[in-house]
């Protein structure tokens, strides 16, 4: 019993130390050689994988029952096709997946296609599955992102890069930007964007009969989002919170919006054959001219910096900079690489922090006297009027419950995450050959009543920590992923958030606006708002 309950509790690779186990794991790796060497896209032949005589092997006895995945539950190929090309189900991921967990458990198989995909829905499961990950784990198939970056002579970046090539990247960008000291040094330039959020604020609301309404608080804070994500990647300013966005930045936000807008469209074209291509060759053009803008944009702004900093060095000044500067300089990366990573951070960095930023205004609308609990902490910690900057953010532990209540739970902004296992590997009861596509359900755990007593309420004072040794985070809400392969953005996007968010309830009561009732999330690859926030910004008196 115990060998086995272990092994439904813990990573493979950890028993390997122990004899019995070991013997065990070997011979069922025997027996699934043939479902291994079927890497990504598990078929039909993943699901028999288990033969049935494992199943009850009575020298092991009852207790180490392992299943197969042909006898995990979930949906039939017809029911998920109904549900999500007839239901548009791709909008309402998050709710499958709340249902699927009600119907059939914590752990489920549905089948898109030929892709088989493992859903886990269940805080100890996920963190099974991601404490079992190799040195370089890998999130999903990413063949049409490669395509693109080999039919234009392009590098893969951190998103789209696996095995060795992610490993030089990450290691490389892990030392510049994954603590909270290493960005604070973006403090002052996130500031100045910060100003300019506060600016457009008040430029936005005068245009509205009430004078203090603000129009889909998604569009304001995109461009903050991007502007400031810029800022620390290009070392430079864009423009997007100005009455008039320059041409440039206006055909990235196409170029951005066209990749989004067009989410199915882009799945289609990883998931259409190249074969089909000629007969629906729509989703692969889009596809392409998406990255074309987006990558147009990167390569406009590091070459500039970079023959600002030739022209600097050539007349014997000291270059100074952030970022960019020092992966210019110190070459760890070559000019294509860096290319690549800007690129992929910028196109993961605005729309996460600007929907959570969304997310964050209207419960905080929606709910006055944490609003009010909020600002006295705040007010009470800096005095009136004080700007905080990165080293203020741990003595305000209520903005940064506001952001892990919006995002950790109530609205994880990615509710998903995937992984394609790199070994055999026993999640929960169940035998999960290597290259079998992993579902992360991040949105169901995040609900899940025994991680979050009353999880339905927004209580940002939950995840005040009473001393040091009280840690209150755990699987069932890691909206920045878990171990080697997270989040690297993790600390500029909380950098982001938390002088935003500051900044604003120092400056506005944020209050709902007549014009928005109850506003419900959809899935468009993130979690966004069904419908347009209006908010209204008041003054406070201070
Ligand atoms: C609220 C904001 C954000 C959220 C919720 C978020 C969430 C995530 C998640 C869940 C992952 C996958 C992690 C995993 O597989 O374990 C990820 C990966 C990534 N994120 Fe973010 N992100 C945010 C902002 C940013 C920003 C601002 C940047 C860049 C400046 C960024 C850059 C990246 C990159 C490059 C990866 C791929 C990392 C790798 O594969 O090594 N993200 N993010």
Known sequence: MAILNHLTTTCWKSFQGDRLNKQLLYALRALHKSAASEALGISATGEEAMPDTLMAPADVGEKTKVKSLKEMPGPSTLSNLIEFFWRDGFSRIHEIQMEHRKKYGKIFKSRFGPQLVVSVADRDLVAQVLRAESAAPQRANMESWKEYRDLRGRSTGLISAEGEDWLKMR???????????????????????????????????????????????????????????????????????????????????????LMFSSFKTTMYAGAIPKWLRPILPKPWEEFCHSWDGLFRFSLTHVDKRFADIKAQLQRGEEVKGGLLTHMLITKEMNLEEIYANVTEMLLAGVDTTSFTLSWASYLLARHPHVQQQIYTEVTRTLGPGTVATADDVPRLPLIRGLVKETLSRLFPVLPGNGRITQDDLVVGEYFIPKGTQLALCHYATSLEEESFADSLDFRPSRWIRKDSTDRVDNFGSIPFGYGVRSCIGRRIAELEMHLALTRLIQKFHISTSPLTADVKSKTHGLLCPAAPIHLQFIDREN
């Open 171 to 257: 290691s490389v960008l892990r030392q510049l930007i994954m603590r909270p000291r290493d960005v604070a040094f973006f403090s002052d330039d996130v500031n100045k964007v910060v100003d300019d959020l506060i600016k457009r604020v008040a430029c936005l609301r005068i245009q509205q009969p009430d004078g203090v309404t603000v129009l889909n608080v998604n569009d304001l804070f995109f461009k903050y989002a991007m502007e400031a994500v810029a800022a620390i990647l290009y070392e430079c300013r864009l423009g997007c919170l100005e009455s008039e966005i320059p041409q440039d930045t206006q055909d990235y936000i196409t170029a951005l919006n």
